[in-house]
């Protein structure tokens, strides 16, 4: 039987680091060999899971967090209009004043 090992190598000419998968050699039977494979898979699995659910934490988090942004943005552009209001009349006054 053989199995596949990847070990991590440097490469003097191209500075850099690469992942070498190398056949051995293995004398482990067949269903020895199918449980390591699927222990492999069910861990892999699980770490899948783990980040899809912390995916989704996130995401709702930043929904929030933009739901809020949104209404805080709609508050501030409010109360900019209301003081751009508020100058143009006094602006408007001014002018008035000064053509008695």
């Known amino acids: 039987m053989f199995l596949r090992r990847s070990i991590l190598q440097y490469d003097d000419r191209g500075n850099s ?18 449980k ?3 222990s492999a898979l069910e861990a892999r699995v699980d770490d899948l899971i783990k980040t899809v659910d912390s995916l ?11 739901s809020q942004l949104t209404a805080e943005r709609a508050t501030l552009i409010e109360k900019t209009e209301l003081a751009r209001s508020r100058v143009e009349a006094m602006i408007a006054r001014l002018k008035s004043m000064e053509t008695r």
């Open 56 to 66: 989704a934490t996130e995401n709702e988090a930043l929904k929030v967090q933009q």
């Open 17 to 34: 680091w690469a992942v070498i998968d190398e056949p051995t050699f293995t004398t482990m039977p067949q269903g020895e060999e199918d």
């Open 36 to 38: 390591l494979e699927l």
